[in-house]
């Protein structure tokens, strides 16, 4: 099911290959990627410094995809994201880096 991003709730696309992901920064999203990744506000230093790590943005992405496809596993989700380039991740990460500070 792929749907449009919603910008009011903080929602970006992600485009993998053929696949249009909807990432939603839900509050249970948010939570579960800091449980692995350490305080959000540091990752988005990170991120302002050019200092992300590709394992943070997957991680960041994984838990806040909303409707992938339920056989993509973390680990082909990471090579379809590599395989795309990270310019094309941009929009999306500045988007819900963005929710991450503004929040609602």
Known sequence: MSRSA????GEA???LSEQV?????SFA???AAEEE???LFALVERAAAGQLRLS????????CRYDAPV???REAFAEALTACGLATTTPALKSLLGQILAGQ
Do not use: K, Q
């Not at 919603?6 to 709730?9: E, I």
């Open 6 to 9: 919603n910008p009011v709730r």
């Open 13 to 15: 696309t992600l485009c």
């Open 21 to 25: 992901i909807l990432l939603r920064p």
């Open 29 to 31: 999203a948010l939570v």
């Open 37 to 39: 990744l350490g305080p």
């Open 56 to 63: 943070e943005l997957v991680a960041l992405f994984w838990h």
């Open 71 to 73: 056989d993509l596993n």
